[in-house]
């Protein structure tokens, strides 16, 4: 059974950090697409950030634009949002996620239950 569980949210001022972790108990790194997404108040869940086990490419949504890093330690099972130079507009709830490869679709994947970010201006 697959169970995320985040932590590393908070209330940081804009242009400051924040490394988000998640204990990712029963997911096969190795077959399985991981990531990151967040929803914001009255908006839909979108992507942030993903990861594929299987040859560690990465994917960024755009908004991204080189501010965060996405990595895991299969080791100890966690996966890491390492966010830099945060906005207002990055404020949301961020979760995780990660479903098997084979499956190709988030709509299957498991979830985390979120952290908090907030970024005052």
């Known amino acids: 059974e697959v169970q995320l ?11 400051g950090s924040l490394n988000l972790s998640c204990q990712a108990s029963g997911v096969i ?3 399985s697409l991981v990531g990151w997404f967040r929803q914001a108040p009255g908006k ?10 299987s040859n560690g490419k990465t994917y960024y949504g755009q908004f991204v634009k080189g501010r965060f ?12 949002l390492q966010m830099n130079n945060l906005k207002p507009e ?10 098997l490869e084979v499956i190709e679709s988030w709509d299957h994947a498991s979830w985390g ?3 908090q970010v907030t970024v005052s201006s």
């Open 5 to 15: 569980v985040e932590s590393g949210g908070g209330l940081v001022q804009a242009g």
């Open 29 to 31: 790194f190795e077959d």
């Open 44 to 53: 839909e869940r979108e992507g942030v950030a993903t990861r594929r086990g």
């Open 69 to 80: 890093t996405i990595s895991t330690d299969v080791a100890k099972k966690m996966i890491y």
């Open 90 to 99: 990055d404020t949301a709830i961020y979760y995780c996620g990660a479903h």
């Open 113 to 115: 239950q979120g952290t």
